[in-house]
């Protein structure tokens, strides 16, 4: 069906997308092409393998589609020649993610919602989906989570997952509404700084 | 049946009490109230989530019973409100730890017990209960792990867990019996810095 | 059958070599002996508790064999009492982990194998499953990831599972054959301390 098809695809591209951005985080930690390749695949696949594992499924979904794989070693491999053109790595690695983020928490509300998952696990889903990857990825490399970071992130996800998951009984366009959406509040808060109101008064005591 | 709804009730607290935990850490990381709901939501749930994985149900207990996503949300979103009314964050975060880890460690092995574990089994799915919430939580804001600290907090675990398997088949009352055990040893422990020997020769390499 | 039975026996002396490497990471960072029981157990059967929810198993291997526990619990409480008796843990710590990366990164592979996995999803199960134990090892107790370290690691994992791939259908040595050239390859790492070039391009921005 066409509407699974355009899924598909935009499931692959987002794959490939965080893939690399994993691909990336390797490289501002010089590790060699193994390393490039794992954190590419953990990056690009973690979030929909968890999701996968949450609802329930048989095996995960890269056990019998396996170019979902493929793409992350390709785009890994990809990334280890092309990191090098680059001016500022740590400026596409935000970009890319912001891209993957966009795509992946519709994504992951959509697949939820095909598994009749109700509205705040649907919600649920979709930010974890988009956050699990490279919370992984940044835990491990012993870097700050960019979901910690001081600008909006997880309230970007989130409006994506919501906004789908509100939109779709309504119109078919529900997915690339959803997806500007979450891309274009990640894009406004990385170009204008913004952020949410950190939590206040005065903490004394460390730890 | 009553008990299950006894069961269910001390569920839904153990939840609440470590969502407000796991709320607090991310006060204590100066978090947004989105981060706010973010740790509360793993910490709450992320033990059991690990324990029904390990079980093989088929889907996550939130994905039906909606209602301990909601009670995450609820008590997050009180803590950001009420955290100011503390003296010390760090000493509340401690005794709701505490509170959760006795509960959890019970609950734990409970619901193996229902799957018929073995009892090793139970009473490792009981530890895994309390402690992964937390160790999570605490993985994620570059914390020290509170179950690596110190004083006694997987015995703790062990204690509510073990008793609970250990009594379960003789008495109607090995629920508040273990509670109360497990609670007890991690009191003692808060309260009179109880620690169990450390691992002692002297280690002269380093990592 | 013959040939399951030599499995099951190299899958539990993996375990309990994996085992002996985390309670040796417990050792130096001086926890106590529960301490050395819960991280024994994490690695010693974290990376099998991995690959069986990635293939969708009912519920994981050690649910009915607790043998698997109970030889994590044993070999922990003996590196317990035996730790002081070696001049350098780290030393021990480092050829344990190798021979548990050795013999896991097969068996994970035999393991999907035996669930009709793709190659390229049995390859990546064994690299998995020969990582994943010592990866929250190192990630639980702050450690760097033994991973992440400048000799090669994941290539030696990546030979034994993609050995074993390649030479089951027509060997019946596949087995030890695999094991040896990952042991192989990890030990020449190690003594001579080969490793795979790094990413090289000079990176001007921090993170």
New interface residues.
């Given amino acids: 069906m066409l509407m699974n098809d355009v899924i598909t695809v935009v499931d692959l591209v987002a794959t490939a997308v965080f893939a690399i951005s994993g691909a990336l985080a390797?490289?501002?930690?010089?590790?060699?092409?193994?390393?490039?390749i794992?954190f590419g695949?953990i990056t690009g696949i973690g979030g929909g393998?968890l999701r996968d594992?949450?609802?329930?499924?048989?095996?995960?979904f890269?056990?019998?589609r396996?170019e979902y794989?493929?793409i992350c070693v390709a785009a890994s491999v990809a990334t280890?020649f092309m990191?090098?053109l680059f001016d500022?790595?740590?400026?596409v690695l935000l970009w890319a993610d912001a891209v993957g983020l966009a795509l992946f928490s519709v994504l992951g509300a959509v697949k939820a919602l095909q598994?009749d998952?109700?509205p705040?696990?649907a919600v649920?889903m979709g930010?974890m989906t988009a956050t699990f990857g490279s919370?992984i990825r940044d835990?491990?490399?012993?870097?700050?989570?960019v979901?910690?970071g001081p600008e909006i992130y997880?309230?970007a996800a989130?409006l994506g997952a919501a906004s789908y998951t509100a939109l779709h009984p309504f119109t078919e366009w529900a997915l690339p509404i959803s997806i500007a959406l979450a891309f274009g509040l990640r894009a406004c808060a990385i170009l204008f700084d913004l952020?949410?109101?950190?939590?206040?008064?005065a903490?004394?005591?460390?730890?």
Same sequence: chains 1, 2, 3.
Avoid at 27 to 33: E, F, S, T
Avoid at 53 to 60: I, K, P, R
């Fill in positions: 390797a490289a501002q930690g010089r590790h060699d092409i193994l390393g490039f794992l695949t393998t594992l949450l609802l329930g499924t048989d095996a995960v890269w056990f019998t396996t794989l493929w280890w990191a090098p500022s790595i740590s400026r598994f998952a109700p705040i696990v649920g930010v919370m835990t491990l490399l012993n870097k700050e989570p979901l910690l997880v309230s989130l952020r949410l109101p950190k939590y206040g008064p903490e004394n005591d460390q730890s």
